[in-house]
């Protein structure tokens, strides 16, 4: 049974609210290769997005996976994105499911944002 949100973590009371928002720094970006050729897991690949730092629009960290044929696909956080108001939540890990695997991989984003490691692997 699904439950109402309600104030349960970080985020903005309205997509209007999150564009008033700061602009984000960094981005987090699943990349595949599948069909590709290329026999190599795939990798989040942390993207600069800050328009004032000198590695502005450059990918500034791979994080590969630990397995081949994966295909990583969308990804989520570990707390609510639209909830909002209560501060001792935070976002520290992403979640990476897999289409071909069904692995779910989760990945630490809190200690070292700009250099994300695996914090678990699910299958």
């Not at 290769?33 to 190599?40: S, V």
């Not at 044929?69 to 609510?80: A, F, I, M, R, V």
């Amino acid at each position: 049974m699904a439950t109402k949100c309600g104030n349960c973590g970080p985020g903005y009371s309205t997509p209007l609210e999150a564009m008033k928002g700061p602009r984000e720094e960094i981005v987090y970006l699943p990349c595949i290769y599948r069909n590709t050729g290329t026999e190599a897991p795939d990798y989040l690949a942390t993207v600069d997005v800050d328009p004032k730092s000198p590695q502005y629009c450059q990918v500034i960290h791979r994080l590969p996976m630990p397995n081949l044929k994966d295909e990583l696909h969308h990804s989520g956080w570990n707390t609510c994105s639209s909830c909002f108001g209560d501060s001792t939540k935070s976002r520290t890990k992403l979640v990476l499911p897999s289409l071909i695997s069904s692995r779910i991989y989760v990945v630490d984003v809190g200690s070292e944002p700009r250099a994300p490691k695996l914090h678990k692997a699910c299958h």
